[in-house]
């Protein structure tokens, strides 16, 4: 086994990290994807599915209503609100769906938005007939504070929508600023944290939140989290289900009756895990290996590194210089050295990309190897 890279001080819980998890068949470097659940997550979904054919789906699930409860309080914390404003979902993306659908929206709203955007969410603003403008930036892409005040002082729009960590390489809003300008505009803000939860610091104060579970937190598929703060509750036009207890919160009323309990436990369990390491230091060590994979990669012949070394990410984009197909070398790299990547189509942020990108997203127990096999085989062309 190769030594882990990092001091020795901080060596320990990355290793303990990965022997939690099952052995990987490759070198995994798709956590921006979905990461690698833990052992004990899997047993915690296996354990309760198989609780609801021994008892019954509805009993399993009162059953499990501790787990779950405090899952929710820690989601919550995390994610800056309470467990009273946060719902269990089944993705991001079913997150943005009951949040278009429950705000009170009126004829001709707009959402501002950067030019690094999630393309998805474009598709949707648009087919919910809202108009996508456009926000200032500071010409890497990193919203401009001081032109962002100026834009909602002038022409207000219903919402400012921020993808916090970028999908498509190393770039990171500041959350927390944009926040506290918006609060003093009055115009709310809703925050993409897919790539976000468990990986930098997601309790900002957003007024809307909304994450997934497969990601940097390792949790199954099939799961994600919508948070709202309490000054948004009320305005939420949701369905309130006569099978629903009366003293419901509101943003409960966006979950699914028929959810899937199984990977809510999991989540639950992945979440204690991350709680249980430390999310400041989970959120430094994956700082720290995005800068690493950088700095491996910065002088490889026929790729560019899309951003600098201290994007303060764990996600690597390059740019290939040669006129190289990204698919064809994703497929490469996992068919001939067992390396699992990603290409980045343009449609991921089809306001900023041009060309596909080649994403590298190691989780906190990368070991120096795999980064130099990276390096090694993109090096044989």
Known sequence: MGQVIGSRETAEPWLRWARDRPPAELVHLDSAAAGRSSEAVLRA???????????????????????????????????????????????ASA???????????????????LPGEWGPNLEAFAAHGLRAVGLPTDGGGVVDLEGLGQALATAPPAVVHLTQV??????????????????????PLWVDAAQALGHVDTATGADVIYATSRKWLAGPRGVGVLAVAASYRDALRVTRSAMAPGDLPVVHHLESHDAHIAGRVGLCVAVAEHLAVGPAAMRQRLVDVG????????????WAVVSPADAGCA?????????????????????????????????????????ALLRISPHVDCRPEALTGVRAALLRG
Do not use: K, N
Not at 95 to 113: E, F, I, K, T
Not at 291 to 302: F, M, S
Not at 339 to 355: F, H
């Open 291 to 302: 800068r690493w994979t950088r700095e491996e990669l910065a002088d490889v012949p026929g």
């Open 95 to 113: 997150a943005r769906s009951a949040l278009l659908a429950a705000w009170p929206w009126r004829a001709g709203d707009a959402v501002a938005v």
């Open 315 to 355: 996600i690597t984009a390059l740019r290939p210089t040669g006129g190289q197909d990204v698919a064809v070398t994703r497929a490469r790299l996992l068919g001939e050295y067992a390396i699992l990547t990603t290409a980045c189509q343009p449609a991921r942020a089809p306001r900023e990309m041009t060309t």
């Open 45 to 91: 979904a296996a354990d309760h599915a198989r609780r609801e054919a021994q008892v019954g789906a509805y009993i399993a699930e009162v059953e499990a209503s501790p787990v779950l409860d405090a899952g929710r309080a820690d989601l919550a914390a995390l994610l800056g609100t309470e467990a009273d404003g946060l719902a269990f979902v089944e993705s």
């Open 166 to 187: 970028a999908s498509h390489r190393a770039l990171v809003q500041p959350v927390a600023e944009v926040a506290a300008i918006c609060r003093a505009a009055g115009v």
